[in-house]
Every structure is written in structure tokens, then in C-alpha cells.
């Protein structure tokens, strides 16, 4: 399966600049196009499931997800350092090192699980818990192996292994074991396959070769990895602490409709994010000893961002009623609002993964630690305050504090690659004027000119924000060809009608 990755590590060099961008480039659009297929599955699982699992289930089940999440932090963790570990043995000691995490997690569940229960007023079985000891080990080997195969720039092969996995594990079996009657544990089961068909799938690109001897050199090299160990709890404490406090001061229900609408947004995140983070930050390691060139990528990057989940947060906050009754079903109403809700949030989630990333490579790792902390903190306090006023008071504080956690990051970035406020906001400009008409429109004429169904009337709002973007598209191409969004879509005019009328680009 080399035919997959991109040959060796690239390192900076003149030479290699062409080599990095085709990679990234086509790593970009593979990781693309695998989240969107495996998106497409996520939701059709998820409906099937929906119908067939009780929100309570899911409740418990998501309880599981947490506990083996917090855990999964730290070898994760490891693999970001062996991204940046540029000396012999990083591999070796990186297996070494998540091996030694794998046993310890396993050791700290069995002591764990009754507290977990007090906690959270549910019971773990036997089997739950024996499927749960199974998966930690298979998930942290996978976590190190998928970022050894990302730092040799072997984006197709950890595609494959990631969309294969999920497809198969995640949400073919999990439908299957649901219709057969396997309830709850069907959730689990899909999970232990997923982990062990991605290492299995990553092994096969060839993994077995690029491992190594320890060396102390190597292991010195991972003093980072206690710096993305902090970072990461504290990211994930912000990304999940909504879901201890609902699970906590309500019940397992609300906490699986909470979930499943998280889940829901969740979607276009990471399809989009996942596009962004896993091929940009790799790359932009690469560059972080070249700022023009660094600066240059994270505008660019931004603008992606923004022409990417704008739309996708507007079509979201339209189509919240729909989806979910598409989805999830009837069963499910009490998730609309938080789903809504959680949709204006959409686009700081996928673009604060653009300034992470660039945070992360400049080595200013102590400035991205704090402000992980003082999120990880609002999200606490927002939680528990939101919770006086049901879901819908959860979702608006969580959104609140995501924004403010965005305006942090992006001020790290933005000083990091010297990028004013001024530049930021000219990259966002376009999308955000293309997306604010569509949306306006949408909203404004179906509601004038029509009165049907829900669904019909879904249909004829998507209609009219998809012609009215599209033609906000096209004359930006033509009125403003040198924006930032004018030259990412260059390539793609290339061979459009729209070509002959725009203006000669300036050299």
C-alpha cells in the first residue's frame, strides 16, 4: 500500500516546497472526501440506531466514551510529539511509552468504574466493562501509528485506515448488531472493531518499517509530550465538560439528547476540521521556521475555514427541525434547540483548529496551555450555570465560551505569524458577506412568497441559499478576483466558462 502515502519525511528545504504542497494538497482532499463518505454513513448509523437505542442508552453509552476519552488524551498526545521529534528512536520510544500508558489506563478503569457509577448513577456490566479494557489498548497503539503515518506525509494511508475502520467498526456493524437485537452493546462492539481494523489498516501501510530502537535522544525529545498531555486535558475537559455536568446534575436521557445533538453539529466539525487539522498542522511544522510562508498558509487557511463552515452553519441553524426529525426521529424532538443552538458555534470550532495548529508549530506552547485551562474553566462554569435553565441554557452558555475561547487563539496566531486584525478580517470578509446574503434570502422569501410543509419548505429555503451563494461566488471571482477566497478557488476556474470574464491576475 505505499502507492498510498507520499514517500519519507519531507524536511524544510527549497527543494521540497513543491513536494509539500502536493502533498498537503492531496492529502486535503482525500481526508476531504473520506470525512464527507463517512459523514454520509455517521448519520445514517446514527438514524438507525436513534430508533432502536433509548436517549438513556445513550446516555450510558456516551458515560463510556468519556471515561475512555480522558484516558486517550495521553497517548494521543505522544503521537503530536513524535510528529515534531525529528531524531532517531522516536518510534520506538513513542510504542514504548503508549504501551506502558495502555496498561495503566486498564489498571485505572477497573479502579475507577464504582466511582464512575456513583457519579454518574448508572451500572457498567461485566461485558461493557471487558469490551471497554479491550479497546483502550487497540486505540492508543492506533493513535501513535496514525501520527507516525501522518509525519512520513502518508496521508492516503491513514485515510484509508480511518475511513475503512470507522466504516466497517463504527457504523456497518453497529447498524447490523442494533437490528439484531444487541441494543446498547451494539454501540460498544462497533467501537472495539473500529480500533482494531485502524491498526490493522495503519500496520499495512508499511508502519512495521519506519519503527525503531529507543534512544535517549528520542526520549528526550518527547518532554513535549507532557506539554500536549496538559494541553490535552485541558482541551478535552473543554470539549466534554458540558457532558459531565449534564450527566451529572440531570440524568442519563438529557445527557444522551445533549449528546446526540453534540454529536448531530458535530459532523460538518469534522469533516471540515479533520481536513484542515490533520493535513495542515504536519504541514505547517514544515514552515514554522519560514513566517512569510507560514502567514501566507494560515490565511489562506482561515479563508478555507470560513468559506467551508459558514454556509454549513447556516444550513444547520435552517434546517435544525428537519434534521433532526430526519434523523433522529420523532423520539428526539427535545434535541432541536440544542442543536440550533450549538450550530452558531460551528464555525469557531472548525476555524480555532486552523489557529491551533499554527500555535502548536511556532513551539509557543506554554501561551496555547493557558488558554486551554481558561476554557476548559468557562466551559465548567457555563455548563453548570446554563443547567438551571434545562438544555437550551447548556447550549447558549457552551457557545459563549466557545467564541471566547476562539477570540483567544486566533490573537496567539495572529501575533505569532504577525497578521493584524485588519488582514484576518479581510480574509473573512467574502465569506461571511456571501453567507449573511444567502442566509437572508433564504429566510426572507420562502416565508413571503410560500406557506407548505416543513419539508417542502426546507427544500425551497436550501434552493435559494445555494443559488444566491453561488452567485455571490461567482461575482467575487469576477468583481475581486484578488481576494484571499478569489485565489483558493483559482485552480477550480481553470476550466469554467467563468474564466474568459475574469480580469488578468496581477504577478
Known amino acids: 500500500m505505499d502507492e498510498l502515502g507520499c514517500g519519507k519525511f519531507i524536511r524544510p528545504g527549497a527543494a521540497m516546497k513543491g513536494s509539500l504542497t502536493r502533498s498537503v494538497m492531496r492529502g486535503a482532499a482525500l481526508t476531504f472526501g473520506s470525512r464527507a463518505g463517512l459523514m454520509l454513513a455517521n448519520i445514517i448509523a446514527l438514524g438507525i440506531t436513534a430508533r432502536l437505542i433509548s436517549p438513556a442508552e445513550f446516555g450510558r453509552f456516551t458515560v463510556i466514551q468519556l471515561l475512555i476519552g480522558i484516558l486517550g ?87 484509508f485506515a480511518e475511513t475503512g475502520s470507522q466504516g466497517v467498526g463504527l457504523y456497518f456493524l453497529t447498524c447490523l448488531l442494533a437490528l439484531l437485537g444487541f441494543g446498547p452493546l451494539s454501540l460498544l462492539i462497533g467501537l472495539v472493531v473500529q480500533a482494531g481494523l485502524w491498526l490493522a489498516f495503519l500496520c499495512m501501510s508499511g508502519l512495521f518499517g519506519l519503527i525503531d530502537a529507543p534512544t535517549r535522544e528520542a526520549i528526550r525529545g518527547y518532554k513535549d509530550a507532557a506539554w500536549f498531555s496538559l494541553m490535552g486535558c485541558a482541551s478535552y475537559v473543554a470539549l466534554n465538560g458540558d457532558n459531565y455536568v449534564v450527566g451529572r446534575t440531570m440524568d442519563a436521557a438529557a445527557l444522551g439528547i445533549y449528546s446526540r445533538a453534540y454529536n448531530l453539529m458535530n459532523k460538518p466539525v469534522n469533516l471540515i476540521g479533520a481536513s484542515i487539522s490533520n493535513v495542515f498542522y504536519p504541514a505547517v511544522v514544515e514552515l514554522r521556521g519560514d513566517r512569510q510562508r507560514l502567514k501566507a498558509a494560515y490565511m489562506k487557511a482561515t479563508t478555507a475555514a470560513a468559506f467551508l463552515a459558514l454556509p454549513g452553519a447556516a444550513l444547520a441553524f435552517l434546517f435544525s427541525a428537519v434534521l433532526v426529525k430526519i ?60 443547567s438551571r435553565y434545562g438544555l437550551a441554557g447548556v447550549t447558549a452558555l457552551v457557545v459563549v465560551a466557545i467564541a471566547a475561547f476562539h477570540a483567544l487563539i486566533v490573537a496567539l496566531a495572529n501575533k505569532q505569524t504577525q497578521t493584524s486584525i485588519l488582514e484576518w478580517v479581510v480574509c473573512m470578509t467574502a465569506p461571511v458577506a456571501i453567507t449573511a446574503t ?70
Open 73 to 159: 488524551v495521553f497517548p494521543y498526545a505522544v503521537g503530536q510529539a513524535l510528529i515534531r521529534i525529528e531524531s532517531k528512536g522516536a518510534a520506538g520510544t513513542g510504542l514504548a511509552i503508549v504501551g506502558l500508558l495502555a496498561l495503566t489506563a486498564d489498571l485505572l478503569v477497573l479502579a475507577l468504574v464504582p466511582v464512575i457509577e456513583q457519579f454518574f448513577g448508572i451500572v457498567i456490566s461485566g461485558t461493557e466493562l471487558s469490551l471497554v479494557l479491550l479497546t483502550i489498548p487497540l486505540l492508543f497503539l492506533s493513535f501513535l501509528a496514525d501520527a507516525l503515518v501522518r509525519k512520513n506525509l502518508k496521508f492516503g494511508a491513514a485515510t
Open 327 to 386: 434523523v433522529l426521529g420523532d423520539g428526539w424532538t427535545s434535541a432541536i434547540v440544542p442543536f440550533q443552538i450549538l450550530s452558531i458555534g460551528l464555525f469557531f470550532r472548525v476555524h480555532v483548529k486552523v489557529a491551533e495548529a499554527v500555535a502548536f508549530a511556532a513551539s509557543n506552547v506554554l501561551s496555547s496551555f493557558w488558554r486551554q485551562v481558561v476554557f476548559a474553566i468557562a466551559v465548567i462554569f457555563a455548563s453548570a450555570l446554563g
Open 438 to 507: 444567502a442566509l437572508l434570502c433564504s429566510i426572507a422569501l420562502p416565508s413571503k412568497y410560500f406557506d407548505g410543509s416543513m419539508f417542502v419548505h426546507a427544500i425551497m429555503q436550501g434552493t435559494i441559499f445555494a443559488l444566491v451563494f453561488g452567485c455571490g461566488v461567482v461575482i467575487t471571482l469576477l468583481v475581486w478576483p484578488s481576494s484571499q477566497l478569489g485565489s483558493l478557488l483559482a485552480p477550480l476556474t481553470r476550466h469554467l466558462p467563468i474564466k474568459r470574464f475574469m480580469p488578468p491576475r496581477a504577478t
